[in-house]
């Protein structure tokens, strides 16, 4: 029996949909940020993914580069009290984290399994 054949699928679009980085259509979550132990679609094993703290400096990254320049700017232009400031921008990366953070870690599992960190079985 041979094996079904897998088209390559792009790590970028399969991790940011959160998809299977192997078939491109089975979810890549059972949770928020937990793993589906392996895809309803292809059987891909993805117990062995570890992305590892890679998401999280990405996106501190990110919303760093977003976030500071607007924030630079607010003061220059509006000048608002810091409390304001505190509110504003706590809000604004902590909304932007938890909307980053799930596609973020799906884009770094899919690499991982692009460049042969998962194990696909063959």
């Given amino acids: 029996m041979t094996d ?3 088209p390559p699928q792009s790590p970028i679009a399969t991790g940011l ?14 949770g928020y ?3 589906v132990a392996q895809c309803d679609i292809c059987g891909l094993n993805l117990r062995d993914s570890d992305s590892g703290d890679g998401p ?14 607007i924030a630079l700017w607010v003061e220059a232009r509006f000048q608002p009290p810091l409390w304001l400031h505190a509110v504003l921008w706590s ?3 902590l909304g932007g984290a938890l909307a980053l ?19 696909d079985g063959s």
Avoid at 17 to 30: K, T, V
Avoid at 101 to 119: D, E, N, T
């Fill in 17 to 30: 949909a959160c998809r299977c980085p192997r078939c491109g259509q089975g979810r890549l979550f059972s």
């Fill in 33 to 35: 940020l937990e793993l």
């Fill in 91 to 93: 809000c604004v990366i």
């Fill in 4 to 6: 079904p054949f897998y």
């Fill in 56 to 69: 999280a400096v990405f996106v501190i990254f990110a919303l760093g580069f977003i976030v500071v320049p």
């Fill in 101 to 119: 953070l799930r596609p973020f870690k799906g884009v770094m599992v899919a690499l991982q399994y692009k460049h042969r960190g998962i194990s």
